[in-house]
């Protein structure tokens, strides 16, 4: 089995809504960065949340009112619920569907009784991945310089912090995949990994959400995976890229390391 083969069979089965993630991904960053330039966001947005209770006005002004600038605006793509939910549900598809759904289908026994390594097979399919959701963090990057261009003024230091929350990206989906293939490697197929890799998400990102909004529960965030997911903040200056990549990287390799050993180890029916 050749890498780059394989690869063009992943990139085949899997096109279609990557596609549709890069095309939505890329028209809401230019979107957002046409708006912010044209309205006055900011004046209109802060006159309705001044009517919600403190809390939630001192939360929206450290997380949501940075995105009413322009370098803010620029992240808010990137952060926003639907963009992140579409990278998690591209991250998941790769491993749920050529792992679980091949095994189920049988597809997969019929791929490993030709001589192939098994080590090989997982390793490229996690690197096709991984070049799957670059490609789809370059729709975002190309259209933010896009947009910025436009509709703003380009600079190197807007490129290079563009650049920098690309990368947060792309780490945080090498993330999403890692886990997702590692339960793929140890679930006996079907639906399970798909549901529970959404629901591992999910459930992070809703306790990082009140671990904001509720005190008692911060000391919580650090050990959140969204905690090292932080466009925003990176964009304007106040980020730790550093610390999110080797804690992303990481992570992303102890996944893999354990996918690599479950997967070994299964017996493929």
């Not at 590692?182 to 990102?205: D, E, H, P, Q, R």
């Amino acid at each position: 089995m050749k890498a780059l083969s394989y690869f063009r069979m992943v990139w085949k089965t899997n096109k279609a809504f990557a596609i549709f993630t890069m095309a939505l991904l890329a028209s809401t960053q230019l979107l957002i960065l046409n708006l912010v330039t044209t309205f006055d966001t900011q004046a209109i947005i802060a006159s309705i949340v001044e009517q919600l209770p403190k809390n939630m006005q001192v939360f929206l002004k450290e997380s949501f009112f940075s995105t009413l600038t322009f370098d803010g605006a620029a992240a808010f793509g990137y952060n926003h619920p639907m963009v992140i939910a579409l990278i998690i549900v591209n991250a998941i598809n790769i491993p749920a569907r050529h792992i679980s759904r091949e095994l189920e289908s049988g597809t997969l026994e019929v791929l490993l009784s030709h001589p192939v390594k098994r080590n090989m097979f997982i390793t490229t399919l996690w690197a096709s991945g991984i070049v799957l959701l670059f490609l789809i963090t370059l729709s975002a990057f190309l259209s933010s310089i896009l947009g910025v261009y436009l509709f703003h003024q380009l600079s190197a230091d807007v490129v290079f912090k563009i650049l920098e929350i690309s990368l947060n990206m792309w780490l945080f989906s090498v993330l999403i995949l890692s886990y997702s293939l590692m339960i793929a490697s140890k679930s006996k197929g079907g639906g399970l990994t798909g549901s529970l890799s959404a629901m591992i998400a999910f459930v992070f990102y809703v306790v990082f959400l009140i671990s904001q909004l509720w005190s008692t529960l911060d000391f919580l965030l650090p050990y959140n995976i969204f905690y090292y997911y932080e466009p925003q903040q990176i964009m304007l200056g106040r980020g730790h890229i550093g610390l999110d990549t080797l804690v992303l990287v990481g992570l992303s390799g102890l996944c893999f390391g354990f996918s690599v050993i479950f997967f070994n180890k299964r017996d493929i029916p």
